[in-house]
């Protein structure tokens, strides 16, 4: 069975500069790239790269960014078929200034993922495939809408609560299978801190609370808790060389929806989730980091 992502497509625009600039003030910088991104784009590159069928909808604006964009997907063997190019508006762009030291300065523009509607939730071909999985950087009324139309539908659906608001409608919670937030992102929903394994527990019971099935609480170089009514265990971490932990998590959700779509069991998805978010951050870069089946394999065997 094959994996559906709906979300958002965004082209990072990211200068590197010495230093970041006061208000007003004009520097230069030295270097700059574009690079395809967007949380629901990154994370069907993760799937397409580990041998899964899938394909991506949402929205690109009618531009050159547009069609950069949808190339890169295809590159990555991503079915783009079902993506809308919306003449009215841009694409989403994230403008990055990043300095010496790794501090940021981003400003998102949402452009055509701020125009996913209804209309777009009705095209999703919910019937022909396992998984959903969503994020938070198109509308939240049109998540909400996806999530329970996949769940009428019978399709699994993987929320990634990202970026984390400092709470959710009742009605998602409801309507989703798992939910994956990493320690940040489950705090920002709960008011618990998430420094460690006990408190990661108690964040994931709180959430399994309002309604989710499974938490799955991503912690970085810690590993992960997975938490469902009947267990709840840890996913050790992968030991490999950190240089890059961007995307990371978008990595991670593409392995826990590759390997369920292939029907694997959850504490072996949690497995894989934890492998390629592990080696995603060993490779600079979002969508060029994702890793490939073989690489996933090696590292799991």
Not at 33 to 52: C, D, F, M, S
Not at 73 to 80: D, H, P, R, S, Y
């Amino acid at each position: 069975m094959s994996i559906l992502v709906f979300g958002s497509l965004n082209m990072d625009l990211v200068t590197r500069t010495h230093r970041l600039p006061q208000a007003g003030e004009t520097i230069a910088g030295y270097s700059f790239e574009t690079l395809p991104g967007g949380k629901g784009a990154n994370q069907a590159v993760a799937v397409a790269r580990l041998g899964v069928p899938v394909q991506m909808r949402g929205r690109v604006g009618g531009d050159e960014f547009g069609k950069m964009l949808i190339e890169s997907l295809q590159l990555a063997g991503v079915n783009c078929e079902g993506i809308a190019i919306d003449q009215t508006t841009s694409s989403g762009v994230a403008a990055i200034a990043i300095d010496d030291l790794g501090e940021n300065h981003i400003i998102i523009v949402a452009g055509a993922n701020g125009k996913v509607d209804l209309s777009d939730v009705d095209r999703l071909p919910l019937q022909a495939n396992k998984v959903l999985l969503l994020q938070l950087e198109i509308p939240m009324a049109i998540v909400l809408a996806a999530a329970q139309a996949a769940q009428q539908a019978g399709t699994i659906v993987i929320l990634d609560p990202a970026p984390a608001p400092t709470q959710l409608p009742a009605e998602l919670y409801a309507a989703v299978d798992i939910l994956t937030p990493n320690q940040v992102e489950a705090e920002q929903l709960t008011g618990i801190a998430v420094p460690d394994q006990a408190s990661a527990i108690q964040a994931a019971r709180q959430l399994r609370q309002r309604g989710i099935g499974t938490v799955v609480i991503k912690m970085g170089a810690q590993g992960a808790l997975c938490a469902t009514a009947a267990e709840e265990f840890w996913v050790s971490p992968f030991a490999v060389r950190a240089i890059d932990t961007v995307a990371a998590g978008d990595a991670f959700n593409g392995g826990l929806a590759a390997a369920l779509a292939e029907g694997r069991s959850l504490s072996e998805a949690c497995r894989w989730a934890a492998a390629a978010g592990a080696l995603a951050t060993t490779v600079k870069g979002a969508q060029s980091a994702m890793p490939t089946r073989a690489e996933l394999i090696r590292l799991i065997s």
